[in-house]
Nanobody
Framework: QVQLVESGGGLVQAGDSLRLSCAAS????????MAWFRQARGKEREFVVA????????YYADSVKGRFTISRDDAKNTAYLQMNSLKPEDTAVYYC??????????????????????WGQGTQVTVSS
């Protein structure tokens, strides 16, 4: 099993940037595909971005494409979400997730929360207008 801990959230103004971190412990992060999801108040959790085991493949929600970048540093057991040009509609709790089932994940389930086996507790991102 792996434990995931997010950090880096906060209150920023529209147009600002933030970098979220997801630190993995208990098992090496390289054993998992990693993703970020978010949940705004009163809304369902939605996919934001995912990265494959090797880091060679990434998947983005249309709403963040060109503004957000996912990366991973397996030597540090950490995944990152660089968020630029933040908008008020990006306000949400951001969750880090890890997937260990390669077959499921690569079968078109990169954006499906059910493909992820482990979740962090979330970090709040608030973007003021």
């Amino acid at each position: 099993q792996v434990q995931l801990v997010e950090s880096g959230g906060g209150l920023v103004q529209a147009g600002d940037s933030l970098r979220l971190s997801c630190a993995a412990s208990g098992r090496t992060a390289s054993s998992y595909a990693m993703a970020w999801f978010r949940q705004a108040r009163g809304k369902e959790r939605e996919f934001v971005v995912a990265i494959s085991w090797s880091g060679g493949s990434t998947y983005y929600a249309d709403s963040v494409k060109g503004r957000f970048t996912i990366s991973r540093d397996d030597a540090k057991n950490t995944a990152y979400l660089q968020m630029n040009s933040l908008k008020p509609e990006d306000t949400a709790v951001y969750y880090c997730a890890a997937a260990q089932r390669r077959g499921t994940w690569f079968s078109g389930n990169q954006r499906n929360s059910n493909a992820y086996d482990f979740w962090g507790q979330g970090t709040q991102v608030t973007v003021s207008s």
